[in-house]
C-alpha cells in the first residue's frame, strides 16, 4: 500500500493487536476467530490491526479491510527472536496480503549466523521498498534498524530481552527518545494497559501506539482482576 497514506491513517491512532497462539483461549486450532476481535476493534475505530500467523492475516483482512501490520511467532532451534525470523516468513505474509511485515530486531542471536542487518537488506533485495516494522527492545537496536532502512521502528520488545528492564509499565523513555532521534514513525507497544496509559504514550511524541493484551486477551485481563483482588485480600488479612 502506499506508504505515506498508511502513516497519515494511523497518526496519533491507536492500532490494536489481534493475536492468538496455541495454547491460548481464543486460539482454534481448525480456524481462525481472531476476525472477530479484529470485527470489534474496527467498529471502536482503529486504523489498522497488528496480527500473528498467516490464517489470521487473511481472515482479518477479508473482514475489515484495513491495513494489517502481519507477523508470524515461531521458535526456530539457534534464534533467540521468534517474530518473523526468517524470509519464509516475509514471503508468507506478503502472499497472505499484509500491508505490513513486522519482524524481529534486535541484536540477539540469529540461528543463520547472520546479523539482523544482513537480514533486513536481503528482504529489501528480494522484496523492495515493503513497509517494514522493526520490532526491537532499546534505543540503540531502535537505531540501528532505522539506519537499516526500515520504514517504523516498535518499541514491541522492551523487557522480553533479558537485557532490558521488566517494567510493570510502558517504557515511556524509550518511545520519548526513539521519538525524538529518529525520522520514521516511532510507535509505542508494550505494556500499554489502561486508557490513561495510551494517553500518556502518545503524549510521549509517538507516531501511534499498539495496544494488544488489555483489548483483546480475555484471559490476560481477568487474571489481572483477579490478582488484584487477591492482593487486596491479602492486605486485608
Not at 35 to 56: C, E, F, H
Not at 123 to 133: E, F
Not at 186 to 212: C, D, F, M, R, Y
Request: glycine share 10%; hydrophobic share 40%.
Amino acid at each position: 500500500m502506499d506508504k505515506n497514506a498508511f502513516f497519515d491513517s494511523i497518526r496519533g491512532q491507536m492500532i490494536i493487536s489481534c493475536q492468538a497462539v496455541k495454547g491460548e483461549p481464543l486460539y482454534e486450532e481448525e480456524r481462525s476467530v481472531m476476525y472477530l476481535m479484529a470485527r470489534a476493534a474496527k467498529m471502536a475505530g482503529t486504523s489498522a490491526i497488528r496480527t500473528s500467523s498467516i490464517r489470521d492475516v487473511e481472515a482479518i483482512k477479508a473482514e475489515t479491510g484495513l491495513p494489517v501490520i502481519g507477523l508470524v511467532k515461531i521458535q526456530y532451534p539457534g534464534y533467540e527472536g521468534y517474530i518473523t525470523p526468517t524470509m519464509k516468513e516475509v514471503d508468507d505474509l506478503l502472499a497472505a496480503g499484509s500491508d505490513v511485515v513486522a519482524l524481529d530486531c534486535t541484536l540477539r542471536k540469529r540461528g543463520d549466523g547472520k546479523t539482523v542487518n544482513q537480514f533486513i537488506q536481503e528482504i529489501r533485495d528480494r522484496h523492495g521498498d515493503i513497509l517494514l516494522m522493526a520490532d526491537i527492545s532499546n534505543y540503540e537496536e531502535g537505531v540501528n534498524a532505522w539506519k537499516c532502512g526500515v520504514d517504523i521502528v516498535g518499541t514491541t520488545m522492551s523487557g522480553y530481552t533479558d537485557y532490558t528492564p521488566r517494567l510493570d509499565e510502558p517504557d515511556y523513555e524509550l518511545m520519548r527518545r526513539l521519538a525524538a532521534d529518529v525520522d520514521i514513525p516511532v510507535i509505542g507497544e508494550g505494556k500499554i494497559h489502561t486508557p490513561e496509559q495510551a494517553v500518556k504514550a502518545l503524549e510521549t511524541g509517538v507516531w501511534s501506539i499498539v495496544v494488544g493484551g488489555a483489548i483483546t486477551r480475555p484471559l490476560e485481563i481477568a487474571t489481572r482482576f483477579m490478582s488484584a483482588i487477591e492482593a487486596a485480600r491479602g492486605g486485608r488479612a
